[in-house]
């Protein structure tokens, strides 16, 4: 994948198959330390303990279902070879929660790209479920929730293109604040 | 800045021109692979192009979604057009560039451009 972003696209579809109804994306920098944290955490149906041990494991998907495939190894693998580390954790009947962690000062970190397509992507494309997106920028953090829209909006859908316009402003607006780029 | 109070007025714009989908029997449907293969061969600018064209032209018509692999991955990015009582179409290697040709001839004018359909690469 040529960007993180790409990345988090592909692992969120998995949470959408497990039948999630809430997904909650959180991108947090810190470059102090030189670093981000990618979680996606859903309350989709979960894996048990045997699955969760064999989903970092390209070799792992049977052809029939396609349930995980190389999603997980790819991000697994652009995390860990920055010195980064990655997580599964995961109940059945519960939700799965996927962290990243990545040192963004390595030469094998790969930027995090259009963050921005990825979220409404996911939020125009998937109406029925909400999504939580979270970034956070040297502790300063804002979020959009499509739980909140969706109770403005009424019945006007999220795909809408008005309403999808407003969400990649307001997306690129409070991501320009938060890196102290607008006062 | 974007405020939720504008959010408010978008709402009561759309509720006064969101228009009822037209006969489903003429809906023209494109479906985007999206699985890992798809989207690391770059099939989320594709299907933004499609999304934001078909917005563009107000084609009531067309409905734009997305599917796990298609089978081809060495093809991808991949796009299906799904049109009732025609056979379906298959794009392959697409680009954000074709899209806008493959909207005003194929969804528009019912003429497939076959120069980008699976047909010409896999002979």
């Known amino acids: 994948m040529r960007e ?5 696209l592909d692992v969120a579809h998995n949470s959408i198959a497990a039948g999630a109804s809430l997904l909650e994306i959180v991108v947090e920098e810190n470059s102090a330390s030189c670093e981000m944290l990618i979680g996606i955490y859903d309350n989709g149906c979960g894996m048990s303990a045997d699955e969760v041990q064999n989903v970092t494991d390209p070799f792992f998907t049977t052809r029939t279902t396609r349930r995980i495939g190389l999603g997980v190894p790819l991000f ?16 059945k009947n519960a939700g799965t929660r996927i962290t990243a962690q990545f040192k963004t000062d390595s030469v094998d970190f790969i930027p995090l790209g259009d963050i921005c397509s990825t979220i409404l992507m996911l939020i125009t494309m998937n109406t029925n479920r909400d999504f939580l997106y979270r970034r956070i920028i040297d502790g300063r953090e804002f979020a959009l929730d499509t739980r909140e829209l969706k109770d ?19 997306i690129e607006e409070q991501t320009q604040i938060i890196s102290g780029g607008v006062k | 800045m974007k405020t939720l109070e504008e ?10 021109t969101m228009t009822v989908r037209e006969d489903n029997s003429d809906v023209i449907r494109v479906v985007v692979g999206m699985a890992t293969c798809g989207i690391a061969a770059g099939a989320r600018p594709v299907l933004n192009s499609f999304v934001e064209e078909v917005a563009r032209r107000r084609l009531k018509n067309v409905t734009v979604t997305q599917t796990g692999c298609i089978g081809m991955c060495q093809y991808e990015p991949i796009v299906e057009v799904f049109e009732k009582g025609k056979e379906k179409v298959t794009y392959v290697k697409m680009t954000a560039d074709k899209v806008a040709r493959i909207v005003n001839e194929h969804l528009v004018n019912g003429n497939v451009v076959t120069e980008f359909a699976v047909g010409s690469f896999t002979k």
């Open chain 1, 152 to 170: 403005i909006l009424g019945d006007v859908p999220l795909n809408e293109p008005e309403v999808a316009e407003w969400m990649r402003g307001f």
């Open chain 1, 4 to 8: 993180l972003s790409l990345n988090i």
């Open chain 1, 76 to 91: 697994k693998q652009a995390a860990e070879m920055t010195g980064g580390a990655f997580r599964v954790e995961s109940r």
């Open chain 2, 7 to 16: 959010l408010n007025a978008i709402r009561e714009k759309a509720k006064a």
